[in-house]
């Protein structure tokens, strides 16, 4: 079984969802998922995350890598008021996902020491903030390739057998929510800086290569006994602060070259997803839009509660991530509830929250 997102290719992408699908969306969330979450029981057995650091809870703070989070301000706004490696002020959309669907702690990041014991069994993040679905983007900035974080899930799998056994552990692996959040790297933190893969590709057959990759990478999943997997589209790339900045050529708007390059990128991972649910027997594969939600917010960022979306609440919210994003940062935010972007890159909490409500009304059929 497979759900889209939304068409890209269309011209009605940006229309809204009609009054008769909100309103049946809201009558099953209420009668259907909100009674088992109420008494206690988390809706799947667990969740588990691959990716980038748009999902990476803190798997980068002991790599020998510039790209990490574990220091303020990213954190400020967190549960602890403390930096995890997270990157944003607060909590990421898979964290709000895990809430919404019943579960009392956070997947923990796998390489931390959060990953012990019986606390995996209800899931684990295997995500690393610059990797992407092409491994070679992952090895520019030392991350975890996503076939390093598989690897992982291998180990992770081994751990989880021995400790409930293998039948319970089958039900564990079959009934749990995987999610991949990959791409985004693959372009502005590569792709689009590199004039050797810009030399060797076409945009076109770049997201070729990458959607290959995802191809295999599911298909590697379904072989470990996956069988709800969720993955997201590419965001608006062109509309992040930092993608402005860094290739608008002085303009304050966004960049529609990179947004068209994402709806390419996009229209390629449905059509592959496809694909591999007409191959593989028993897979529930969705493909979250979050190309249009991020958009609305984006370009209508009063209708959604914020009050500014082309600047980031950290700095000068015109670039700065990272190691850039720091205590002394220069400008930055009192309050990161009024912004669409926590950092040049990332989006604040208030966006993950909103993102996150969206993924589930998505998602009905990974739970059902």
Known sequence: ?????????????????????SFWAAYFLLHVLVAPVARGDPLVPALIIF????????????LTTLIKANFLPYGRDFVNHRPTGRFCNGKLATDFTAEYLGFTTYPPAY????????????GANFASAASGLFDG??????????????????????KVVNMAGKSRADDIFSG????????????????????????????????????????????NLYVLGARRIGVTTLPPTGCLPAAITLFGAGSNQCVERLNQDAILF????????????????????????????????IRKPDESGFFESRRACCGTGTLETSLLCNDRSVGTCSNATDYVFWDGFHPSEAANKILAGDLLEQGFDLIS
């Open 1 to 21: 079984m497979l759900v889209l997102g939304r068409d890209f290719s269309c011209g009605n992408s940006e229309k809204e969802m009609g009054f008769g699908s």
């Open 137 to 158: 983007t992952a090895q520019l900035y030392s991350a975890i390739s996503l076939t390093r974080q598989l690897s992982y899930y291998r180990d992770y799998q081994t």
């Open 266 to 297: 996009n229209n390629k991972l449905n059509s592959t997803s496809r694909g591999l649910v007409n191959k593989l027997p028993g897979l529930k594969l969705v493909v979250f839009d979050i190309y249009q939600p991020l958009l609305n917010m």
């Open 176 to 219: 749990a929510i995987h999610l991949l959040s990959a791409g985004s790297s693959d372009f502005i933190q590569n792709y689009y800086i590199n004039p050797v893969l810009r030399g060797l590709y076409s945009v076109d057959r770049f997201s070729d290569l990458l959607t290959s990759s995802y191809s295999s990478f599911i298909q």
């Open 111 to 122: 390489l931390s020491p959060d990953a012990t014991g019986r606390s995996i069994l209800t």
């Open 51 to 62: 990716g980038d650091s748009v999902v990476d809870v803190g798997n980068n703070n002991n």
